[in-house]
């Protein structure tokens, strides 16, 4: 019995660690920082600029799980693991929820605070917000399409603006420039 058992297990074990088979036949999809599909969401779009009005019962059905806590619910990637931290491509970055353009690259730069960092924003792409949460006094700043949550604005950038937007990488799609 306890053989038979043993085996069960064994088997159950080894179908768990079986590989998915690969179609080499196929092209195979990489991810890369604009492999961002939107199929599942009708809102997105890098060009139309009406404002959203969308519950966010609704986008959770859209979003993926961590887009939907960040840009939704106003929290805040662990630093120095958001995925354009340490990026430099040059482009255009967008709103991950709804696609309106909210940074040039040219406007990035390194601060080391674990976050993306910009010195200026789109001022057609975003909106403030007082934000008094965890004991602090800060300025939020949300998409001004859907009014995600984008992350914070702070007044210790460098020139030109002296200000310091510090994004979430989850609340940001990429698009490099044309060569």
């Known amino acids: 019995m306890k053989n038979a058992i043993f085996l069960i297990l064994i088997s159950l074990f080894l179908q768990q660690c079986a590989h998915k088979k690969v179609d080499l036949t196929k092209p195979q999809q990489t991810k890369t920082m604009e492999d961002n599909t939107h199929a599942n969401n009708p809102y997105y779009s ?21 887009v939907y806590a960040i840009a939704r619910e106003a929290n805040t990637e662990y630093p120095f693991t958001g995925k354009y931290n340490d990026f430099d491509e040059v482009g255009e970055y967008f709103c991950a929820v709804c696609g309106n353009h909210l940074f040039r690259s040219s406007s990035k730069f390194a601060s080391t605070c674990g976050w993306p960092s ?14 008094s949460s965890h004991g602090m006094e800060r300025i939020e700043v949300l998409c001004k399409r859907c009014e995600s949550h984008l992350g914070h604005v702070f007044n210790d950038g460098p020139p030109p603006t002296g200000t310091r937007y510090c994004m979430n990488s989850a609340s940001l799609d990429f698009q490099r420039d044309k060569k």
């Open 46 to 66: 890098r060009t139309d600029k009406t404002k959203l009005n969308v519950s966010n019962a609704e986008w959770k059905k859209i979003l993926p799980a961590e």
């Open 118 to 131: 910009f010195f200026e924003a789109d001022k057609d792409g975003v909106i403030y917000k007082r934000d």
